[in-house]
Nanobody, 125 residues
Framework: HVQLVESGGDSGQAGGSLRLSCLAS????????MGWFRQAPGKEREGVAN????????KYADPVKGRFTISKDNAKNTLYLQMDRLKPEDSGIYYC???????????????????WGQGTQVTVS
C-alpha cells in the first residue's frame, strides 16, 4: 500500500512552465509503474506520462511529447512532471498514480493503476 500526495499545481500563462511533484509514502517495487494523469472538466481521465520503476523507461502521450518530462528522485520517493511550453489545453486536475500495468501498451491507461493521489489543479490561460 502507498499514499501519494501531489503538489505544484498553479495558474500560468501559455508558453510558461510548471513542475508538479508527487511524494510517495514509501518506495515501490521494481514491477510498479508511476504515472501522471489529467482530467479536464467533462472529459475522461487521460494518461500523460509514465515511468517504469524497474528499467526507468518513460512513455508519453502524444499531446505532451517534447514538452513534458517525467522523472523520479528515489532518495526522496518523489515523482516529478516538468511541464514546459504549456498550452491552455493542458489545463485540468493532474493526478499521480502507481500500479502494475498488465502490458506495456497499457501504461497510460488509468484503470491499470491501483493507487491515486488527490490531484492538483493546473490552469493555463
Amino acid at each position: 500500500h502507498v499514499q501519494l500526495v501531489e503538489s505544484g499545481g498553479d495558474s500560468g500563462q501559455a508558453g510558461g512552465s510548471l513542475r508538479l511533484s508527487c511524494l510517495a509514502s514509501n518506495s515501490l517495487p521494481n514491477n510498479y509503474c508511476m504515472g501522471w494523469f489529467r482530467q479536464a472538466p467533462g472529459k475522461e481521465r487521460e494518461g500523460v506520462a509514465n515511468l517504469d520503476n524497474g528499467d526507468g523507461s518513460t512513455k508519453y502521450a502524444d499531446p505532451v511529447k517534447g514538452r513534458f518530462t517525467i522523472s523520479k528522485d528515489n532518495a526522496k520517493n518523489t515523482l516529478y512532471l516538468q511541464m514546459d511550453r504549456l498550452k491552455p489545453e493542458d489545463s485540468g486536475i493532474y493526478y499521480c498514480a502507481a500500479g502494475r500495468p498488465s502490458q506495456s501498451w497499457r501504461r497510460l491507461v488509468a484503470s491499470e493503476y491501483s493507487y491515486w493521489g488527490q490531484g492538483t489543479q493546473v490552469t493555463v490561460s
